[in-house]
């Protein structure tokens, strides 16, 4: 069945680098994608999100690609901050009957100082 | 702005007993749905509600089941606890159906 899923579990940068994290996804006809952040013990929280007639997307220091043709989506941070450090997931939405949203695994982020 | 609030924040139960968990939308928000998140792995959606009615099921068996009030709040429950069942209950609500979901805290479930 459809699926999103992330290339990386883990990933660890300094402050101050920018991070890259990625994202597959397998539904064609999917339309909708969102960033979500989850710090422990809480519940995820929208970052950003892109809709299929768009391939980039900028909000404060983040930037969301979306290339369709390979069906990969990415998230850039700028300069990475300590209060970045959070498992991050992106998510498809599947409208049938009700809009559900597809999340894949998550990529841990740790940021050192 | 209050947000999504859940209840209760942590949950012990054994196996074969029953649960149900609260969830108080985002005030103006006519929709929630529920997702479960077992432990390194990402939300799984169970149910959406809009305006007292399921608008969409997940890949969940019966034992799971959930209902909206008139004031939007919802609740989730499940029947006959697996051990497989211990996971984070994540609600979200949204203006309707269509719009971004809010997500609340989550209920912790854990089943021995």
Not at chain 1, 54 to 71: A, C, E, I, S
Not at chain 2, 89 to 95: E, H, I, K, P, V
Request: net charge neutral; aromatic share 10%.
């Amino acid at each position: 069945g459809e699926s999103v899923g992330l290339h990386l579990p883990t990933l660890s940068v300094q402050e101050g680098d920018n991070s890259i994290i990625n994202c597959a996804y397998s539904n064609s006809a999917s339309d909708y994608f969102i960033w979500y952040k989850q710090e422990s013990g809480k519940g995820p929280q929208f970052i950003i999100d892109i809709r299929s007639n768009m391939d980039k997307r900028q909000g404060q220091r983040v930037t969301v690609l979306l290339n369709k043709t390979v069906k990969h989506l990415s998230l850039q941070i700028a300069a990475t901050q300590p209060g970045d450090s959070a498992v991050y997931f992106c998510a498809e939405e599947y409208n049938q009957a009700g809009t559900a949203l597809i999340f894949g695994k998550g990529t841990t982020l740790s940021v050192s100082s | 702005d209050a947000g999504v609030t859940q209840s209760p924040t942590h949950l012990i139960k054994t196996r074969g007993q029953h649960v149900t968990l609260r969830c108080s939308p985002i005030s103006g928000h006519k929709s929630v749905s529920w997702y479960q998140q077992v432990l390194g792995q990402g939300p799984q959606f169970i149910f959406q509600y809009y305006e007292k009615e399921e608008r969409g099921r997940g890949n969940f068996p019966d034992r799971f089941s959930a209902r909206q009030f008139p004031n939007y709040s919802s609740e989730l429950n499940v029947n006959a606890l697996l051990l497989g069942d211990s996971a984070l209950y994540l609600c979200a609500s949204s203006l309707d159906t269509q719009n971004e979901q809010f997500f609340g805290p989550g209920t912790r479930l854990t089943v021995l």
